[in-house]
């Protein structure tokens, strides 16, 4: 063979080496991308979705279309991602609930809420506040639980209904104090709100998003936030684990594709989130909504799910509450 063919075949082997160890996925997005919402739009989790979507769209040069799939505390939307090809087509905006919570109330599920899912980065945190009627004439966790053990039972505390996180809230409390009281649940976060501050309950855990408006017009009164820290946004309201060492509950939302989706799409979708997540004007109107927006890897976000699986898997087991 002469020096010319040696030189070709050797330029079309590398150029055939190089072919098949392109990841398939780097010509990633060649089309627009869904992002799937478990719930109803106009809540934290649709906003924050669509503040994403107008960033990766920019970014990464094709439309990133939020789609709407509420039903069955989030399940629907959510298997709809883990039944997806794992192309980078379709990513989902989920949360603690869907995730981590989900699998211990139901039944019978469609869908592993670890196995089936790839994380790509942690979102946000939402501030979860406890918070009461104002004709409770109580100021502190300590002076409400001293309220309601002198009450057995007669303290009513609202829900968006069995195996919500305003219920788990609730009965983590309760079993974490050794009070009793009347669970009225209800269906949605709406109507859980108004009733409590209309006084025909006088107790809920619920996201800041609904009960802020209402402290501020003092129809409601903020007693603490179920996180581990402090609020950055309410820095001078306790903790309930300041009063109930070791009680917490975070709720988050998070990021994510199904089962087996390509690292390198991985890598890259979690760069743009983070960097969306630094904006400015991005923190300013999630905080506004008393949303925390976070910083992570897609590796930390997968052992921050995995412990939280088993946490929550734990604690609602032990708290004998099942959706059928």
Do not use: C
């Not at 072919?19 to 934290?44: D, R």
């Not at 503040?51 to 959510?78: C, I, Y």
């Not at 406890?130 to 309601?148: H, L, Q, R, T, W």
């Amino acid at each position: 063979m002469s020096s010319s063919l040696r030189n070709i075949a050797g330029a079309a082997s590398l150029a055939l080496l190089a072919a098949f160890s392109t990841p398939a996925s780097a010509a990633w997005p060649e089309k627009p991308v869904t992002l799937i919402v478990p719930w109803a739009a106009g809540g934290s989790t649709d906003i924050l979705a669509r503040v994403l979507s107008e960033h990766l769209g920019k970014s990464l040069g094709q439309p990133f279309v939020v789609e709407n799939r509420a039903g069955a505390s989030g399940n629907v939307g959510s298997n709809l991602v883990a039944k997806a090809k794992p192309d980078g087509y379709t990513l989902l905006v989920g949360s603690m609930s869907t995730h981590t919570m989900n699998q211990a109330l139901y039944s019978s599920m469609p869908f592993d809420g670890v196995k089936d899912f790839t994380p790509i980065a942690k979102l946000a945190l939402v501030t979860n506040t406890m918070v009461i009627n104002p004709s409770v004439p109580v100021n502190s966790v300590a002076e409400f639980i001293d309220y309601a053990k002198a009450r057995p039972g007669e303290i009513a505390y609202a829900s968006a209904g069995p195996g919500s996180t305003n219920h788990l809230s609730a009965a983590m409390f309760e079993k974490a104090t050794g009070i009793t009281m009347l669970h009225v649940p209800y269906r949605g976060g709406a109507p859980a709100v108004l009733d409590t501050v209309g006084n025909q309950t006088q107790l809920l855990f619920t996201a800041g998003t609904q009960s802020l408006p209402f402290v501020k017009d003092n129809k409601l009164k903020l007693l603490a936030v179920t996180e581990e820290q402090r609020a950055p946004t309410l820095p001078d309201v306790p903790t309930v684990a300041e009063t109930i060492p070791g009680y917490e509950l975070a709720v988050w939302y998070g990021a994510f594709g199904p089962a087996g989706l390509p690292a390198d799409i991985v890598k890259r979708l979690n760069a743009e989130i983070n960097q969306a997540l630094k904006d400015p004007e991005v923190i300013k109107r999630m905080e506004g909504m008393a949303v925390q927006v976070l910083e992570s890897s897609p590796e930390q976000f997968a052992a921050d799910l995995a412990r939280d699986a088993e946490k929550y898997d734990k604690v609602v087991r032990e708290l004998g509450i099942r959706i059928e």
